[in-house]
């Protein structure tokens, strides 16, 4: 089965820039969505389809895929973007959605 | 506006079964995919199952294939998840999400229920 890898934890300071990263086997032949959860709360679509954003989520956040890691962008880190970050994709080959492990986003 | 209210949660043997209900309003149900995502306490999100628009496709995790059926009722916009033979780790909150039929993004989701398996 098809497996997404995240590390567990990336700390950033306010106004800088963090990247999250999601690997995964050709990860580049898949569309990649990202989710965000703050805590306590329920996921929120931050993006889909690599790249593409909801009209709701600041340009701040951007996605990109290329060869075997997916990478989320936040730029000009804010208090407000600490959460935890899913990446997600569906693994045609088994009809089976697949989630990485999640990125803990702790703003110092 | 989008909605998706859980309902159905609560406290289950092993061995049990549960019926958990998401209640969907603000779009045209019939025509999206809809999905369970569970979560367990201080865990990462799992899938669980999606369904066509139609409800005649439907996905199974392997960890939920042959206890789970999820099915819809797209005259009264809901969405339904049957829990049979529950196991301790099938505790967790269960969200409702909307999209997620055969790799859509899942564009909604629901505040979810908390299922919890215990003797």
């Known amino acids: 089965s098809y497996v997404l890898t995240q590390p567990p934890s990336v700390s950033v300071a306010p106004g800088e820039t963090a990247s999250l990263t999601c690997g995964g086997n050709?990860?580049?032949?898949?569309?990649v969505q990202w989710y965000q959860q703050r805590a306590g709360q329920a996921p929120v679509l931050v993006i889909y389809y690599d790249s593409d954003r909801p009209s709701e989520i600041p340009e701040r956040l951007s996605g990109s895929n290329s060869g075997n890691t997916a990478t989320l962008t936040i730029s000009r880190v804010e208090a407000a973007d600490e959460a935890d970050y899913y990446c997600q994709v569906w693994d045609g080959s088994n009809d089976h959605w697949v989630f990485g492990g999640g990125t803990k986003l702790t703003v110092l | 506006e989008v909605q998706l209210l859980e309902s159905g949660g609560g406290l289950a043997q092993p061995g049990g079964s549960l019926r958990l209900s998401c209640a969907a309003s603000g779009f045209t149900f019939h025509s999206y995919g809809m999905s369970w995502v569970r979560q367990a306490p201080g865990k990462g999100l799992e899938w669980v199952s999606s369904?066509?628009?139609?409800?005649?496709?439907?996905y199974y995790a392997d960890s939920v294939e042959g206890r789970f059926t999820i099915s819809r009722d797209n005259s009264k916009d809901t969405l339904s998840l049957h829990m049979s033979s529950l196991r301790a780790e099938d505790t967790a909150v269960y969200f409702c999400?909307?999209?997620?039929?055969?790799?859509?993004?899942?564009?909604?989701w629901g505040q979810g229920t908390t299922v919890t398996v215990s003797s």
């Open positions: 369904s066509s628009g139609s409800g005649d496709s439907t």
């Open positions: 050709s990860i580049e032949g898949k569309s």
């Open positions: 999400a909307k999209g997620g039929g055969y790799g859509d993004p899942m564009d909604v």
